[in-house]
């Protein structure tokens, strides 16, 4: 069984990011969501609301679960028993900073693969932060995001 791991703040989660585990569902037997910890970044939502948000807009995905992680990733992925992280190439202005990430992932646990996957084109420019820029300029933002995202950024913004 091939276990993989789809790390990630999720602040919220976008269609983007649910493009991408639709994806992996489909090639992994699992595949676990974790919501983890970026230090260069303060959410806007509680790591609950984001876990919830996530596990709503999953309905129907069997394989896949959705977890918060405070330490090491490699670490939790070990525990979980993944042997693949998963993470997103949207465009060439990603590939620096995940070429890095997969360099010390693989520093770390060197038995743990990074792979990197492309969401479907009408995503490659949506990102979390942009998502909640819009948001708050009273933008519509219903096709970046599922419903109870956006249900859930518009009481945030209120
Ligand atoms: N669709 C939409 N947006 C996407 C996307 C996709 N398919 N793929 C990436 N993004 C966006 C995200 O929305 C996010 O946008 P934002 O910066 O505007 O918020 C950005 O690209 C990347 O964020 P994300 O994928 O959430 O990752 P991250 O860079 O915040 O996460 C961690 C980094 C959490 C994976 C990393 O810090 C980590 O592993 N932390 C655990 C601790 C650890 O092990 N540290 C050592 C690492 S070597």
Redesign the pocket.
């Known amino acids: 069984m091939v276990h993989a791991v789809y790390?990630?703040?999720?602040?919220p989660v976008?269609n983007?990011?649910l493009?991408?585990i639709q994806r992996a569902s489909t090639l992994f037997d699992k595949v676990t969501v974790v919501i983890?910890?970026?230090p260069k970044?303060q959410p806007v939502f509680t790591r609950d609301q984001r876990i919830s948000m996530v596990q709503d807009a999953l309905q129907g995905c069997d394989n896949v679960a959705v977890e918060g992680h405070d330490?090491?990733?490699?670490e939790y992925a070990r525990q979980i028993d993944a042997k693949v992280i998963i993470r997103?190439l949207?465009a060439v202005s990603?590939f620096e900073y995940e070429f890095q990430?997969a360099g010390?992932?693989r520093r770390?646990a060197p038995e743990i693969e990074t792979l990197f996957l492309t969401?479907a084109e009408q995503?490659s420019y949506?990102?979390?932060?942009?998502v909640r820029e819009i948001a708050r300029l009273g933008a519509d933002i219903s096709e970046c995001v599922p419903n109870n995202v956006a249900t859930a950024l518009a009481d945030k913004m209120r």
Not at 126 to 130: F, I, K, P
């Open positions: 790390p990630g703040t999720f602040d976008t983007g990011h493009d991408l983890a910890t970026n970044k330490g090491l990733l490699v997103g949207r990603d990430l010390m992932n770390l969401p995503y949506v990102s979390s932060s942009l």
